[in-house]
Nanobody
Framework: QVQLVETGGGPVQAGDSLKLTCTVS????????MGWFRQVGDQERVCVAS????????YYGESVKGRFTISRDNNNNALYLHMNDLKPEDTAVYYC?????????????????WGRGTQVTVSS
């Protein structure tokens, strides 16, 4: 059974940095395409970053490019999202996701496994 657990969210000030961690069990991150999504209320869940299985190919949404970095820790079987220069518009629930397919997918429907999410709140 694959389980994803996100940690590291919380309230921060604009300009601050935050690191989200997704701890994975039941599947190795080194062989899995994974992503970070965020959702505000009932709005669409949007991909902010994704990473390939064993290569370092990555995708970033335009709104976070240059500020967020997705990375994988094979030793700890974890996925990270380093967020710098946070803005109030980054406020959302952030979800970790994994897919059994091969590809840097942006569409949430391509992902099979999801965590419960962690809230990030950025105040100005």
């Amino acid at each position: 059974q694959v389980q994803l657990v996100e940690t590291g969210g919380g309230p921060v000030q604009a300009g601050d940095s935050l690191k989200l961690t997704c701890t994975v069990s039941g599947r190795t991150v080194s062989g899995t395409y994974m992503g970070w999504f965020r959702q505000v209320g009932d709005q669409e869940r949007v991909c902010v970053a994704s990473i390939a299985d064993s290569r370092d190919s990555t995708y970033y949404g335009e709104s976070v490019k240059g500020r967020f970095t997705i990375s994988r820790d094979n030793n700890n079987n974890a996925l990270y999202l380093h967020m710098n220069d946070l803005k109030p518009e980054d406020t959302a629930v952030y979800y970790c996701a994994a897919t059994s397919r091969s590809g840097l997918f942006r569409n949430k429907r391509a992902y099979d496994y999801w965590g419960r999410g962690t809230q990030v709140t950025v105040s100005s």
